[in-house]
Nanobody, 121 residues
Framework: HVQLVESGGGSVQAGGSLRLSCALS???????MGWFRQAPGKEREGIAT???????TYAHSVKDRFTISRDNAERTLYLQMNSLKPEDTAMYYC?????????????????WGQGTQVTVS
């Protein structure tokens, strides 16, 4: 049974920080994982990915502010978010592919968490 469980969302003032976590179970940990977000009325967008080799990619909108990382021993994915802006307000999701290569497209990810809300005011 595959489970991805996000935590760490909340409300924060502009300029603040949050750290999201995603605990993974039931699926091979070595695959690519990513963080996505979806704001009301907008499509889900990929914001950061990390491969099994630790290689990362970021969307331009979050580059230099967000950091994706993974703890292989704990099977946990993280997203450190700094210098948050009101436009970062969205539901944030973690996702896992079933292949080694990474992708920024939601359609390429098979497993998804339930999401955690981030609100920046």
């Amino acid at each position: 049974h595959v489970q991805l469980v996000e935590s760490g969302g909340g409300s924060v003032q502009a300029g603040g920080s949050l750290r999201l976590s995603c605990a993974l179970s039931g699926v091979t940990w070595r695959y690519c994982m990513g963080w996505f977000r979806q704001a009301p009325g907008k499509e889900r967008e990929g914001i950061a990915t990390i491969g099994s080799d630790g290689r990362t990619t970021y969307a331009h909108s979050v580059k230099d502010r967000f950091t994706i990382s993974r703890d292989n021993a704990e099977r946990t994915l993280y997203l450190q978010m700094n210098s948050l802006k009101p436009e970062d307000t969205a539901m944030y999701y973690c996702a896992a592919r079933t292949s080694l290569g990474c992708s920024r497209y939601p359609r390429d990810y098979r497993y998804w968490g339930q999401g955690t809300q981030v609100t920046v005011s």
